[in-house]
Each structure stands twice: as structure tokens, then as C-alpha cells.
């Protein structure tokens, strides 16, 4: 079992920089490849950034890629998402979760948070 808390969200201008956390519980935490996934008003849940538990690849969708930059600390049993140039379409509630398998498709995803919610104003 894993447990994830997110925290960081705010509201932020457009331009601006949030750094999220997710904090993990569960001693197996560093076998899970982890994702950053979000969701706004009336939108299907969105993949914005994974990174794999061995080796740490990472991997971003175009509409973040540049931007936004997942990073995990084993030791800390904490992943973030560091996310820059910030902008209205970026507001969501944001989303860890952990997978065996990683990707991109939520339904691999074995473990969510509860949410954080970013809004960034125009």
C-alpha cells in the first residue's frame, strides 16, 4: 500500500512558478514509477509528467514539456513537479498517483492523492 498527500498548490499569476509535493507513505514506495496527472472543471483527467522508479526516466506531454519537470527523492520518499511559465490553461486540481507500470493512461495508476488545486490568473 502507498499513500500520497500533495501539497504546493496555490494561486499564482500567469508567468508565475509552483512547486508541488507529493509525499508517500509505505516502504515500497521507491518501486512505483509515479505520475502527475490534473484535472479542470468539466475536462477528463490530463497526464502531465511520470518518472519510472529505475533510472528515473522522465517523460512530459508536448503541452507541458519545457515547462513543467517531474523529480523524485527516494530518500525522501517525495516526488515533485516543478512547474514554470504558469498560464490560466495550467488551473487544475493536480494529482500524484503510483503505478507498477507507469504511462501515461490513468487506469495503470494503482495509487491517487487527494488533489491540489492550482489556479493561475490571467
Known amino acids: 500500500q502507498v499513500q500520497l498527500v500533495e501539497s504546493g498548490g496555490g494561486l499564482v499569476q500567469a508567468g508565475g512558478s509552483l512547486r508541488l509535493s507529493c509525499a508517500a507513505s509505505?516502504?515500497?514506495?521507491?518501486?512505483?514509477?509515479m505520475g502527475w496527472f490534473r484535472q479542470a472543471p468539466g475536462k477528463e483527467r490530463e497526464f502531465v509528467a511520470g518518472i519510472s522508479w529505475i533510472g528515473g526516466t522522465t517523460y512530459h506531454p508536448d503541452s507541458v514539456k519545457g515547462r513543467f519537470t517531474i523529480l523524485r527523492d527516494n530518500a525522501k520518499n517525495t516526488v515533485y513537479l516543478q512547474m514554470n511559465s504558469l498560464n490560466p490553461q495550467d488551473t487544475a486540481t493536480y494529482y500524484c498517483?503510483?503505478?507498477?507500470?507507469?504511462?501515461?493512461?490513468?487506469?495503470?495508476?494503482?495509487?491517487w492523492g487527494q488533489g491540489t488545486q492550482v489556479t493561475v490568473s490571467s
Open positions: 509505505g516502504r515500497t514506495f521507491s518501486r512505483y514509477d
Open positions: 498517483a503510483a503505478s507498477k507500470v507507469g504511462g501515461i493512461d490513468s487506469t495503470t495508476y494503482e495509487f
